[in-house]
T-cell receptor, first 114, second 116 residues
Framework: GENVEQHPSTLSVQEGDSAVIKCTYS??????FPWYKQELGKGPQLIID?????GEKKDQRIAVTLNKTAKHFSLHITETQPEDSAVYFC?????????????FGTGTRLLVSP | GAVVSQHPSRVICKSGTSVKIECRSL??????MFWYRQFPKQSLMLMAT?????????EQGVEKDKFLINHASLTLSTLTVTSAHPEDSSFYIC????????????FGSGTQLSVL
């Protein structure tokens, strides 16, 4: 089955710096990769996703890159702000299959200091 | 994005009681709903997959008689923790899937269960 590894587990940056979180997946058949932001005591919120037919996707300060050959995908946050502080999870799944089961990474706790 | 409503947000109960958690998709019909459990500072662990009108599919190691799931309509799924014990204390999160035309998965706000 699919296995998703995520690094780093914690990341501390100064406000205005960039933050990068990396994930690797094991199943080459996976073709959909969402990223979720989870604030304390809340459910995960989808912030960006990418399908395997593209290599990069950007939405304002957030971007995701995908390297299918290496089975790597990364989240890039530029000009970080204190409100970006949260736990970020990457995930992977195969589209159009059965129950659409997502496999999550272990999470990255991002702390943005003013 | 689509809205998934989960209630209650927090529940405290005595050991031995049962607790029901509701998950509703507010602006779309969810053919499939998922229930997750999350311990502090850990990732989400899938407990079961719920399809409307059929029995839930449980992940290995999850007791189906302990965690009863009902998906009676396309907008509502419930998780009942039966005879709760302190070790069942956790953050429970539901998610809903609109259908194959939309791959995105949306999550509820979670329920913090504390069993005394």
């Amino acid at each position: 089955g699919e296995n998703v590894e995520q690094h780093p587990s914690t990341l501390s940056v100064q406000e205005g710096d960039s933050a990068v979180i990396k994930c690797t997946y094991s199943d080459s058949a996976s073709n959909y990769f969402p990223w979720y932001k989870q604030e304390l005591g809340k459910g995960p919120q989808l912030i960006i996703d990418i399908r395997s037919n593209v290599g990069e996707k950007k939405d304002q300060r957030i971007a995701v890159t995908l390297n299918k050959t290496a089975k790597h995908f990364s989240l890039h946050i530029t000009e970080t702000q204190p409100e970006d502080s949260a736990v970020y999870f990457c995930a992977a799944k195969k589209m159009n299959t059965g129950f659409q089961k997502l496999v999550f990474g272990t999470g990255t706790r991002l702390l943005v200091s003013p | 994005g689509a809205v998934v409503s989960q209630h209650p947000s927090r529940v405290i109960c005595k050991s031995g009681t049962s607790v029901k958690i509701e998950c509703r998709s507010l602006d779309f019909q969810a053919t499939t709903m998922f229930w997750y459990r999350q311990f502090p500072k850990q990732s989400l662990m899938l407990m079961a997959t719920s399809n409307e009108g059929s029995k839930a599919t449980y992940e290995q190691g999850v007791e189906k008689d302990k965690f009863l799931i009902n998906h009676a309509s396309l907008t509502l799924s419930t998780l009942t923790v039966t005879s709760a014990h302190p070790e069942d204390s956790s953050f429970y999160i539901c998610s809903a899937f609109p259908g194959t035309a939309n791959e995105k998965l949306f999550f509820g706000s979670g329920t913090q269960l504390s069993v005394l």
